[in-house]
């Protein structure tokens, strides 16, 4: 059993920047990909970044390609996610998961997930 939990969030103005992290605990970390999501008010859950256990794979939604970057610490068991040049249409609530494997883009396939954290960026 892994347990993530998120922080971070708050309220930014567009062009502003953020960093979300997320800290693990339970299992041991390494083994485990872990991928970033969010999800607006009456829009489905959708991918935003992911990173493989050892940090050289990387992939991040069309979306914030250029703007967000995946990072983790695997010492301290902790993900973040750098965004930068923030769009209203960033808001929404973001989620920490984990894989017992490779990285993926799909929700379904990340086996632990943390509550979320809101990021609002206002116009």
């Known amino acids: 059993q892994v347990q993530v939990v998120e922080s971070g969030g708050g309220l930014v103005q567009a062009g502003g920047s953020m960093r979300l992290s997320c800290a693990a605990s339970?299992?041991?970390?390494?083994?485990?990909?872990m991928g970033w999501f969010r999800q607006a008010p009456e829009k489905e859950r959708e991918f935003v970044a992911a990173?493989?256990?050892?940090?050289?794979?990387?992939y991040y939604a069309d979306s914030v390609k250029g703007r967000f970057t995946i990072s983790r610490d695997n010492a301290k068991n902790t993900v973040n996610l750098q965004m930068n040049s923030l769009k209203p249409e960033d808001t929404a609530v973001y989620h920490c998961?984990?894989?017992?494997?490779?990285?993926?883009?799909?929700?379904?396939?990340?086996?632990?997930w943390g509550q979320g954290t809101q990021v609002t960026v206002s116009s």
């Open positions: 990173i493989g256990w050892s940090s050289r794979n990387t």
């Open positions: 339970g299992r041991t970390f390494s083994p485990y990909a």
């Open positions: 998961a984990a894989r017992k494997s490779a990285l993926a883009t799909i929700s379904a396939e990340y086996d632990y």
